[in-house]
């Protein structure tokens, strides 16, 4: 019996995992990198082994060092989580050898499933339905090039040994292929060690739901009914639910009848689900199989009422699972929604920095599976996932009320998030009507488009203003805050306060008309507002409209959490010298700390707007930067493989004369 568990992972997962352990009385063992040492998964561990570095090479990745450690600490299962070691053969072999369970299939299902192309092949024999594609050993470019030809445009590559979205690229138009198939095999040669590509049909209009099963050592398995994770960014998933709307339940069946074929093809054993391409036609295409615990269990769970930790190491303890199908039941509907350090507004460029203020929602039906606290520190090292937020509600009407108003309540200060991003999917009408498709972020990514959500900006300033004039000053507050109004005797009470609003400056002059009252003018508009603050709450009034809002004040900046969103309020305002701005102004710089992957030009080069002129990998992900004019290169600063912080001038453009 399992009496001792080794989490091999970090964060949520590793949390999630020993949560589970510890209400099934069996002692856990974290490990951890030097970035991570005082992280909550090694506090809630009850011991704890440092494994080197923070990059995952050397830490999360040393599969040889965690088995020995393992082995010294008389550690009698291993559980990967999901990521890093989770769906590796040759780890689950080695534990395998050594008399330690690995949480997890064995060694030969996790082969079958981790190619691709191999798992295409397994598939067609076991009589799973499969999208059209080419998944052979032919790795030419021109004889893939031929393959797409021959299958027609749009295509998608995909690397074989991928997942999470790398290594994979749409292709459109003939001309596109191989910039696309050059820059998926970097990109999957960079996550997987493997550049092997398999390119399949792209659907124009189709749903990604896919079926959580469970197979034991006993011949039994289960279909534990199916999640929608169409809403994805970048192929990665944003928000997933479960069950997926609109779903006939024969549909369903055979769905799940499929999924477990694809299992009992492989002899699978533990937790595992098969991903289907569902068309608007209503047929369904085999994917690929996840050989792990997903990132969006929890919404299975919430509709099940199943631990599904618990069932994987019941399965690892040798047992049968805990129910068979027909005993299991569907209740309700469940949102997963995944809680990014992200810009959506900047292409969901990868964030960092240390969370000052972290207040999640709490309530009935509401979970908040999470790795981090306040003051922790989300790095450029690993997944920027901040922690998922998963509610329950008896249909997907209520579910979809619950989740809209728990991430109203969800407020983070110190990094950007996706949380208003979130918010505008939730409240957006295509996916009230669950019009849900694979490619609902690039269709409705206008209607998803902060100005069409937010508060307008004078709006926001009156909010702002009325604030920090309200503000009573403690002595942290003091520097930023002093001398905002002004007095003299028998004079109406003048002041004025410059502030920024993201990139937009203000300077607004108000006079006192009453108690917490002022008359302020921004352009021709006269505006009468009020308002009062209470520990983290304040209400304002804008013109007879009532705001009622939780705000935090953080080093130089004030947090307004809104309705509509998060304002954010720069003090105090920067000048720049406008002859020094001009002089950076064809500085191309790094969006945040990552690498060099490439520099596509040089010295004396000419490059039109929009060229792609570098390219730089951040979190695991590729960033192309591109020409913001029509310039001549006039110098680069850095080369393939040259570390760089955020904001470091990768080269320097010199914008061509107009003739």
């Known amino acids: 019996m399992i009496n001792k568990i080794l989490i091999a992972n970090r964060g949520e997962i590793a949390c999630r995992v020993i949560r589970t352990a510890k209400k099934m009385g069996i002692r856990t063992v974290a490990v951890y990198s030097e970035a991570d040492a005082h992280s909550q998964h090694v506090k809630m561990a009850d011991e704890g082994v440092l494994l080197g570095p923070a990059p995952a090479s050397d830490s999360y990745l040393k599969a040889d060092l965690i088995l020995e450690l393992a082995k010294s600490l008389n550690v009698d299962a291993i559980h990967p989580g999901y990521g890093f070691l989770s769906e590796n053969a040759e780890f689950s072999k080695a534990c395998a050898d050594n008399n330690i369970a690995f949480i997890g299939p064995s060694p030969d299902a996790i082969s079958a499933m981790g190619s691709k192309s191999a798992a295409k092949s397994i598939m067609e024999k076991a009589g799973v339905p499969l999208v059209p594609g080419y998944h052979g050993d032919n790795q030419d470019p021109e004889f893939l090039h031929q393959q797409a030809r021959d299958m027609g445009y749009p295509v998608l590559l995909k690397a074989a040994a991928g997942g999470g979205g790398k290594g994979m690229r749409q292709v459109w138009s003939d001309d596109e292929f191989h910039a696309a198939l050059n820059a998926a095999k970097r990109e999957a040669q960079a996550s997987f060690g493997d550049q092997h590509m398999l390119i399949e049909k792209y659907l124009t209009e189709p749903r990604h739901v896919e079926i959580q099963v469970f197979c034991d050592n006993h011949g039994n398995g289960v279909y534990l009914f199916e999640r929608d994770c169409s809403v994805q960014r970048r192929h990665q ?106 810009d959506p507004d900047n292409d969901f460029l990868p964030a960092t920095g240390t969370l000052h203020y972290l207040n999640p929602p709490t309530g009935e039906d509401i979970r908040v599976d999470t790795g981090v606290v306040q003051g922790d520190e989300v790095s450029i ?189 720069t003090l105090p305002i920067h000048d720049f010298d406008d002859d ?65 912080d955020g904001g470091a001038t990768l080269l320097e453009l010199a914008p061509l004369e107009s003739e």
């Open 381 to 569: 090292y690993y997944d920027p996932m901040i922690a998922k937020l998963i509610v329950h509600g008896n249909d997907r009407q209520q579910a979809l009320a619950k989740l809209v108003s728990a991430l109203h309540d969800y407020h983070i200060v110190g990094v950007t998030t996706n949380i208003d991003y979130l918010l505008r999917v939730a409240q957006s009408e295509p996916f009230i009507q669950a019009q849900l498709t694979t490619d609902f972020v690039d269709r409705h990514n206008d209607l998803l488009a902060a100005s069409n959500i937010q508060t307008s900006a004078s709006h926001q300033a009156l909010i702002a203003f009325i604030m920090l004039q309200s503000n009573q000053s403690t002595p942290a507050n003091a520097t930023a805050f002093s001398d905002l109004s002004g007095f003299r005797v028998n004079h109406p009470q003048q002041t004025q306060v410059s502030f920024a609003i993201g990139e937009q400056e203000f300077n607004l002059n108000a006079q006192r008309v009453g108690p917490n009252a002022w008359s302020i003018k921004i352009g021709d508009e006269q505006h009468v507002c009020k308002g009062s603050l209470n520990d983290s709450s304040a209400s304002v009034q804008v013109n007879m409209h009532n705001i009622h809002s939780r705000y935090v004040f953080a080093e130089n900046e004030l947090n307004i959490f809104t309705g509509s969103g998060l304002i954010k309020v």
């Open 237 to 342: 998933k944003i928000i997933e639910e479960a069950p997926a709307p609109n779903m006939p339940q024969s549909i369903r069946e055979q769905m799940g009848e499929s999924a477990l074929k694809a299992a009992h093809a492989i002899s699978y054993s533990g937790a595992g689900t098969v991903e289907f391409l569902f068309d608007s036609d209503g047929q369904f295409y085999f994917m690929e199989m996840n050989t792990r615990l997903q990132v969006e269990h929890p919404v299975t769970e919430m509709i099940t009422g199943e631990d599904l930790v618990a069932w994987q190491i019941q399965v690892a303890n040798n047992l049968p699972l805990p129910k068979q199908q027909h005993e299991l039941t569907l209740s309700g509907h469940a949102f997963e929604a995944r809680v990014y350090a992200e």
């Open 580 to 644: 020094e701005h001009a002089q950076t102004a064809g500085a191309i710089a790094a969006p945040m700390n990552g690498t060099v992957v490439d520099i596509l030009v040089h010295s004396g080069q000419t490059v039109a707007k929009g060229d792609a002129i570098a390219i730089v990998e951040a979190m695991k992900m590729e960033h192309s930067l591109k020409a913001p004019f029509d310039a001549t290169v006039v110098e680069c600063f850095f080369k393939a493989g040259d570390r760089v």
